[in-house]
């Protein structure tokens, strides 16, 4: 098969590679979550903090 030489990906670079973009996704992903259910009792009234 004439394919990508490189596939599958090695493990010492490529897969590192790949589990960081992944965790990068998963926090940003968890942060927007939090944003938005922020947002949301914000926007619903309720005082997070009061003052």
């Known amino acids: 098969m ?4 490189k596939w599958p990906p090695d493990d010492d670079g490529n897969r ?4 960081h973009t ?5 926090l940003l992903f ?3 979550v939090i944003q938005f259910a922020i ?7 309720i005082r997070i903090y009061p003052i």
């Open 2 to 5: 004439s394919g990508n030489p």
């Open 30 to 32: 968890f942060l927007s």
């Open 16 to 19: 590192r590679w790949m589990r």
């Open 22 to 26: 992944f965790l990068l996704c998963l």
């Open 39 to 45: 947002g949301l009792l914000v926007a619903l009234g």
